[in-house]
Every structure is written in C-alpha cells, then in structure tokens.
C-alpha cells in the first residue's frame, strides 16, 4: 500500500511554474513540421515554447480533463473535425484579432474565432498519367460512375481525411445524394481500402488502379524522390457545376487559444505571428502544404501544379458532420 | 510478514488497474442508444467475428510454434541448435506494428519484393491484407512469448524427465506428448494468454493491413465518432473476452498443478539426419522471416535517411534504455509480490486480485492510459480547485511508470508465476525450519531458483515498454522523447522510409535485454548442472 502512495504522491507533485513568457503548446503536428517554427519565432522574440506532441484523441481528452490546471496555451492540431471538436468541447477560447481576420480567409476560420487554419492540405485525385487521360476526369462525383468500375483506389475510411471529405459532401450534396456516391466509389475499389496516401499513389504506379484520392503533400513528397513517377495530379470540380462540391476539398492544419491559458497575451502575440507571411512559409512548405494566405510564395513543387479553385464552403460544417460521414461510410461498407 | 498481509498487499497492487476498468463500467451508465444501434447495425458484425478468428488462429499459431521451437532447443541436440536458441528470441525486439509495416511495404502488390517477383517472374503474391497476413505477423511477432516461457520451463528439467520417459519405454514422439509437454502445460498456457492480450489490444499492426478489429472500432468510437463512452464500452466487450480466456487458462493451471524440483541437466537426444535437416530448416526459416529480413529493409530505409541519425535519436535510445530498465525492475518486484501473495496466502482474494492486475495487458494503450489519465487529472482539479493549490499532473515519470505497470504486470506475471509453480512447497516448509521467512525466505532460497524466470520476466518487460507507443505518448515529461515516440512522429505523416532508422534503433537497443536474458538462461543452467 505505502509503495503506491509513494508513487501517487510523487505523479502528484508540483511541476516547476513555468516563466510567465514561456508557451506551452500541445500539437497534433508533429515535431519535425513544428520545431523549426517555434524556434524561428524564439529567435526573433526571445520567447521560449516547449511543446508535447500525440495524437489528436488524448490531446483533447487531456486539456479536457486538466481544465484550469492544464499548462498548455495553444493547441496545435490537423483537421478541421478535430478542430471543430476541440471547440466544442469548450478546450478553445474565441480570439477577437484583426490580424488573424486580415491574414486568414474565412473559410478557413471558425465562425466563432475559437481555431484558425494555418495550412491548406489539398485532397485531390490522382491518376495513372500511362492509363488515363486528364479529359476523363471531371469531378470527385463522377468517379462513382461504371466508367471507373475496379479502377479506383482509396486509403481507408478510418482517416480524419476521407471523413472530412465526405462530412464536406453531406453539408453540400445532402445525405441521399452523398450516399449515392459514395456507394459508388465503394462499388469501383480495384483493392480493399489502403493503410496512407503514399500506398494509394504506389498501387496506382504499380497498376493496380488507374485513379485515387490523396492529399497533394504526399504526393509531392514521393514525387520529391521519384521525379519520374508514372502519377499525376488533376484538380477536380473546377467548372462549378449544380450539385457537386463547390471546387478542390481542402483542409487545415491549425491553431486555437486554450480557455484557461494562463498567459493569453504571448500566446495571440504567437497565434498572430504564425499567420504572418514568414511564419506560413516555413509551416507550410515544410511539409509542401499550400499557406492560406494567398500572398506567400509556393515551394516549386507544389507551384508547379498550378492554381486551383478551393471550395469555399466553412469548414466547420465538415467538422460538425464528421460522425454523421463515418456512420455513411460505415453503412455502404468502406473499411 | 505475517500471513494476513499478503491479501492486502496483492489488492493494493490491483488497485492502479482498477482505476482504467473502473472507467470502463462505470461508462455503461452512459448509453448512447443510437450510436450502439449503429454499432451493432454496421460495426460489430463485422469486427467482432474478426477479431475472434484472429484470436483463435494468433493464439493456435504461437503455442504451436513456439512451444516446437521451444522443445526442439531444449530437448534435442541438431546442427545450430546453439545459435538458434538465443536466435529465436531476436524477434522479441521487433513492434509488431513495425514488422506489419515492412511486410505490407515488401511483399503487398506494389511492395518491392512483389513488384520485383511480378516483373521479372511473373509470380503474383497472394493478397496479403487481410485477416491471413496480419496473423501470419502477428504470429512471426509474438511468437517468442511462448517459446521463451516454455523453453525456460524445460530448461533443466525437461530433458532429465524425457529420459525417465524413454527408460520407461515411450518413443521419443510420446515422451514429448505425453510427459514434457503436460509438464510444460502452464508455461505454454502463460505464454499464449500473452500473445493473445497483445493481439486484442494490437492497433499498429491492424492498422497496416486495414484489418478492423475491436481494438480498431474502440478507436473509431473515440477518433471519429467524438465518443469517448462508446470507446470505453467497447473496451468493456473486449475485458469481457479477456475475461473467458483467463477462466480457460485457470482450468488449465489448475488441472496441471505440478511441480519439480529443478536439478542437473540431462544429455539432449541427437535428432536423426532427417530430423537435424527439417529442425535446422525450420529454425532458420523462422529467424530469417521474423528477424533477419525486416532487418535488413529497416537497413535499407536507415540507409536513405541517414542524416537523421542526430543528437535526438541518441538522446531518445537513452530515454529508451532508461525508461526500459527501470519499468522492468518496478514490474518484476510487483509481479514477484503478486507471485508470492498466491503461493502464501492462495484465496479469492488474492486471485481476484491478481486477476485484475494482469488484465491492463489487454487493453488498448491510448485507452488504458486515458483511462487512468483523465480520473486522476480530474482528481487533481478538483483538489485545486478546493484548496487553491496549483497542482499539475504534468505527466510525472511515476506516472508514467504507474501506467506502464498496469500495461505490463501480466507479461511479468507469466513466467514469475511458472518460476515459482516449480519450486516444491515442501521446500518451503524446510526454508522455514531452517529459519529462513518472509523476505528472507524470498532473499535466500527462492531467489536463487527463480533467476531464469525473473530474468525472462525482466527482458519481455523491457522489450514492451521499448516497443510502447500510446501510453508513453500521453504521458511522457516534457523532453522524453523516445525511439517508440520518433516512430509515431514520423508514421503519423506517412513517413515510412524515415521511420526506419528508429526503428532500427528500437530493435538493437531492444537486443541488449535478449542477449542478456540468453546469457543469464545459459549461465544459469550451466551453474546448476554444476552445483551438483
């Protein structure tokens, strides 16, 4: 008994106050994307972060569970549903700046300044360039047409992404509508749903399929190491047609403010800084993401892809349609 | 000590276990009645089947195999049987979650070695993700549970019994059957409730092929249903299989209660040139499938990425190292003392007890550590909010090791509890009239008897909490990083080839405990064999 009070008692004791400018930030993101841009910004301003890195899941179950005692001052996190999440759950405090307003397009923010996208993670199809013409391809909608029967590859429902696609579907497309076709991706898989992106890309280098939803980061990735990739990319749903997504379905990475941070001035002061041109141009293109502030230059690679029209709908109405995406895509049987 | 406080000692090692199962029920009051209506609708009709069948094939599949292995080693004498015996433990250091990725990167469709296969042979590889290539990882993966636990079990004795067997006039065949193996009946018994904890709660491994289990569904529930209840009452389902494999192993134990003193090691019987070839054959498959070839792919990826090779790698590998050393050595004492409240004071209460203590294995990491995570932060809230005090539970090393202790007791567990069912109770007896007790008794004789199987112990804890990536994840100190830790920064963005080198790293540094424990094994035998 005296052994697990010991060790109760010493889980227990007081961690060492942090100095009142040092930041605590909690980050799904992980730290070879993230270091580099909090030591940028300790450089210029002196202000030490320490930061802890996990999943999203026992990121938000943890500031939950800590409340007031919790040291974090930002959450750091992907994923607009897991944002949208993070807001609900009332781990995120609104933030009311002109700055953020100025450097971060709506959509990409929630309505109630609670998170800000930082980053823009594209997901868009990719194609065999051997076994498909760029003609054949239109929109995300019409690859659950006959023409793509046993031709399509898709990483698993599992992923945050691919339930942010399909909640972004139910907000625009309606439930029926978006049943429909992702019953029809589900009818055209060429092989049982994918592990990553990066398997997607390879089954379709590899010929096992002719075309595949990825995020354009990987893609860019292995086209890093590969130049001579039999892939390429196509931005979807660009001519605006009734009834389908209103252009490419992005989304972030991003950031909020945790309700009981103990030092709100730094932390806005950092917030507004990670928006800023030179700070969106180390975290974006660390990782070959696009910034969302139109005004930062591109990585070449991803410059090379050319411009695309994003849909413009919040993303927040993905993230509050998440669990309702996962129950579709359970019921039409995308493992 | 007297007799009395042996209960209450194993009840307050429990008790931290408590804490995550306690979570588990208590979410039961808080049915979401349409989320369960999906669950059982679309879900669970399609995890549940799975994930029995993966038990029922894992569990077939490594008490098989590592209990063969296991008597090949230890009873017969073959070409390399020297190597082979401290070489089929090296898979011990390899995650399953990292094994699974190496299979599914060489030898799915547009894997290397597949590719390489199709285009120059034409040969297509059958599918590989499904519910038949995870077991075949999970399997090559645990494994070494079962022959660990059971070769320390015929170490020494086994081949003194067969002998007896052979004078008596069985066949070779039927001494094995029927004289080494019933003997060997709890060890093969501990060893496969092992692997089958590890494969209920596996999420990596799963993962990569994209076989949904329950483990899968509890995440899903959590992830991406926001729904931290239903992933808790999932978890209660999974408890509650946990809950008939533990009834079928106490069957078991209890009808083979035996036990013999350990003594001078027999002369292992020579196996026939057929016999050698297909024992040598055999191991050598094993080893080169489980060990050697992933090796050499994590080289290969290791080898692209070198300039990740930094201060922080090294710093994690020490992180790792420490980590490792010192979980083993608190896991190991509480198993000791569970081991022992059983043999001295055997009750309901001690068996509920221990019962409870080894059942965090089975739990899924990020669920196990959440669950004991979120009641004790809420605990410290609270009292803040009370006293005004400005307490944080700021992921202490103790509680990082608490949770590691709920994890892995089991695995420690295992081969304490068949070190001690060993050791005759008449020597007991005699201990105490020779005036040894308690601790002493512990200290003095039994001790020295139950080095192998504290050894054994010590190194598959150390290998595990290495290989752990949820609970160390959540509740790591600021800056201890570890290998397991790099891994899940790098695969959580899809980095494979990078995550190479960690891994790596994970399998050399997890090498020193198995060489280690493989020279302590034979040193120990040796030391007996001339003790008499």
């Given at each position: 008994m005296r052994r697990i009070l010991c060790v109760l008692l010493l889980a227990l004791s007081p961690a060492a106050a942090p100095a009142a400018t040092e930041l605590t930030v909690y980050t799904s993101r992980i730290e070879d994307l993230i270091k580099p841009v909090f030591d940028r910004y300790t450089r210029e301003t002196g202000t030490p972060i320490r930061f802890i890195t996990d999943k999203e899941g026992p990121l938000l179950q943890r500031l939950q569970a800590e409340g007031a005692s919790t040291p974090a001052d930002l959450l750091i996190t992907v994923d607009a549903g897991n944002l949208w999440q993070a807001a609900r759950l009332g781990v995120l405090q609104p933030v009311d700046s002109a700055t953020l307003k100025a450097n971060i397009p709506a959509h990409l923010r929630d309505p109630d300044n609670r998170w800000f996208g930082l980053s823009i993670r594209a997901r868009t199809i990719v194609y065999s360039s051997a076994r498909v013409k760029p003609a054949e391809l239109s929109t995300y909608e019409a690859l659950s047409t006959p023409a793509w029967n046993k031709r399509v590859c898709m990483r698993t429902s599992k992923k945050v992404y691919n339930q942010s696609l399909v909640g972004m579907m139910l907000?625009?497309?309606?439930?029926?509508?978006?049943?429909?076709?992702?019953?029809?991706?589900?009818?055209?898989?060429?092989?049982?749903?994918?592990?990553?992106?990066?398997?997607?890309?390879?089954?379709?280098?590899?010929?096992?399929?002719?075309?595949?939803?990825?995020?354009?980061?990987?893609?860019?990735?292995?086209?890093?190491?590969?130049?001579?990739?039999?892939?390429?990319?196509?931005?979807?749903?660009?001519?605006?047609?009734?009834?389908?997504?209103?252009?490419?379905?992005?989304?972030?990475?991003?950031?909020?403010?945790?309700?009981?941070?103990?030092?709100?001035?730094?932390?806005?002061?950092?917030?507004?800084?990670?928006?800023?041109?030179?700070?969106?141009?180390?975290?974006?293109?660390?990782?070959?993401?696009?910034?969302?502030?139109?005004?930062?230059?591109?990585?070449?690679?991803?410059?090379?892809?050319?411009?695309?029209?994003?849909?413009?709908?919040?993303?927040?109405?993905?993230?509050?349609?998440?669990?309702?995406?996962?129950?579709?895509?359970?019921?039409?049987?995308?493992? | 000590m007297a007799l009395t406080r042996w209960p209450l000692i194993a009840v307050a090692l429990a008790l931290p276990t408590l804490v995550p199962l306690v979570a588990a029920l208590s979410s039961f009051t808080r049915l979401d009645a349409d989320l369960w209506s999906h669950l059982s609708e679309y879900v669970l009709p399609h995890v549940l089947p799975t994930t029995v069948l993966l038990l029922i094939i894992v569990s077939a599949g490594v008490s098989i195999l590592g209990t063969a292995l296991a008597v090949l080693v230890a009873l017969f004498e073959f070409p390399g049987r020297r190597v082979f015996s401290w070489a089929l433990l090296l898979p011990m250091a390899v995650p399953a979650y990292v094994l699974a990725t190496v299979f599914v990167g060489t030898l799915d469709y547009s894997g290397s070695v597949a590719t390489f296969l199709r285009e120059h042979t034409g040969l297509l590889l059958p599918d590989l993700r499904n519910l038949a290539g995870v077991s075949l990882v999970l399997i090559a993966a645990l494994y070494p549970y079962v022959y660990l636990v059971v070769r320390s079990s015929l170490a020494g004795q086994g081949a003194r019994v067969l002998e007896a067997a052979r004078s008596l006039g069985l066949s070779p065949a039927q001494a094995v059957l029927r004289v080494a193996l019933p003997l060997s009946a709890p060890a093969i018994f501990g060893g496969t409730l092992l692997a089958a904890m590890e494969t209920l709660a596996d999420f990596g491994a799963v993962s990569a092929f994209n076989v949904d289990t329950l483990a899968s569904a509890i995440y899903k529930a959590w992830f991406a249903l926001f729904s931290i209840d239903a992933a808790l009452q999932l978890a209660g389902v999974l408890l509650a299989l946990v809950l008939v494999l533990l009834v079928l192993q106490s069957r078991v134990q209890r009808a083979r209660r035996v036990a013999t003193s350990a003594g001078p090691p027999a002369q292992r019987r020579p196996l026939g040139a057929i016999g050698a070839g297909l024992a040598c054959a055999t191991c050598s498959l094993v080893v080169a499938l489980a060990f050697i070839a992933p090796l050499i792919q994590l080289g290969i990826w290791s080898a692209r990425n070198l300039r990740d090779l930094d201060a922080r790698v090294l710093a994690a590998g020490l992180n790792s190292l420490l980590l490792g050393s010192i979980a083993a050595a608190s896991i190991v004492g509480i198993a000791l003392l569970l081991g022992y409240a059983s043999r001295r004071a055997p009750g309901r209460v001690v068996t509920a007890a221990t019962r409870t203590a080894t059942l965090g294995y089975a739990l899924p990491g990020a669920l196990l550590a959440v669950g004991l995570y979120v009641p004790l932060a809420a605990l410290i809230a609270h009292i803040n909010q009370w006293l005004g005090w400005g307490l944080m539970l700021q992921g202490g090393l103790a509680l990082m090791l608490l949770a590691y202790a709920v994890r892995f007791t089991a695995v420690a567990h295992a081969p304490v509890i068949a070190g001690l069912s060993r050791i005759r109770p008449s020597l007991d007896e005699a201990a105490r009239l020779a005036g040894h007790t308690g601790l002493g008794q512990l200290a003095r004789v039994h001790l020295p008897l139950l080095r192998p199987g504290l050894a054994a112990a010590a190194a598959l804890v150390f290998v595990d909490v290495m290989k752990e990536m949820p609970i160390t994840l959540m509740t790591r100190p600021f800056g201890w990083d570890t290998l397991a830790v790099r891994i899940f920064e790098l695969t959580s963005e899809g980095q494979w080839q990078r995550a190479g080198l960690p891994a790596l790293a994970i399998v050399i540094v997890g090498l020193v405990p198995v060489v280690w424990l493989v020279r302590h094994l034979d040193s120990g035998s040796r030391e007996r064999g001339s003790a008499a």
């Open positions: 907000a625009e497309l309606g439930a029926d509508r978006t049943e429909q076709i992702v019953r029809g991706w589900v009818g055209n898989f060429a092989a049982a749903p994918f592990a990553s992106d990066n398997e997607v890309i390879e089954a379709i280098a590899a010929g096992r399929c002719d075309v595949g939803l990825v995020n354009t980061y990987y893609y860019g990735r292995m086209l890093r190491q590969k130049p001579d990739l039999p892939v390429k990319l196509f931005w979807p749903n660009q001519a605006g047609a009734k009834n389908h997504l209103g252009g490419v379905h992005v989304n972030v990475s991003g950031a909020g403010i945790t309700t009981h941070t103990k030092n709100r001035d730094a932390a806005v002061k950092f917030l507004e800084w990670l928006s800023s041109s030179e700070a969106q141009h180390l975290f974006a293109n660390l990782d070959l993401e696009f910034p969302v502030s139109p005004e930062v230059k591109l990585d070449p690679i991803t410059a090379a892809w050319g411009p695309f029209k994003q849909d413009g709908i919040n993303l927040a109405e993905a993230g509050k349609r998440q669990a309702d995406a996962v129950r579709l895509m359970d019921r039409v049987g995308w493992r | -």
